[in-house]
């Protein structure tokens, strides 16, 4: 069982960045943990952002982020760094890992474990 806890977001001008910061706490150290940052947008569907490996050797991407944002990890923690924000990209940000092993998902259904979420607000 994994406990996820996200931080960092909050409003920006278009243009700004921010990093949003997971923590992973449980049994288990988060390096066991494939992790992967969602968003779910006002009236949208939750969507896939971008996915990690355990061991941080692997990253993957959704076309509509490629080039601004980059997934990193230390430690206990996954980062999502957001750059060249856009009104578009408005919405809240969600954690989620699942065992290292399966390798990195790109559909929520992927993921047992799930953090609250923390709102990203970008005014145009």
């Known amino acids: 069982q994994a406990q996820l806890e996200e931080s960092g977001g909050g409003l920006v001008q278009a243009g700004g960045s921010l990093r949003l910061s997971c923590t992973v706490s449980?049994?288990?150290?988060?390096?066991?943990?494939?992790c992967g940052w969602f968003r779910q947008g006002p009236g949208n569907e939750r969507e896939f952002v971008s996915t990690?490996?355990?061991?941080?050797?692997g990253t993957r991407y959704a076309d509509s982020v490629k080039g601004r944002f980059t997934i990193s990890r230390d430690r206990n923690t996954v980062y999502l760094q957001m750059n060249s924000l856009k009104p578009e990209d408005t919405a809240v940000y969600y954690c989620?890992?699942?065992?290292?092993?399966?390798?990195?998902?790109?559909?929520?259904?992927?993921?047992?474990?799930w953090g609250q979420g923390t709102q990203v607000t970008v005014s145009s």
């Open positions: 989620a890992a699942r065992d290292g092993f399966l390798g990195m998902g790109l559909t929520g259904r992927d993921y047992p474990y």
């Open positions: 449980g049994r288990r150290t988060s390096s066991t943990y494939a």
């Open positions: 990690i490996t355990w061991n941080g050797s």
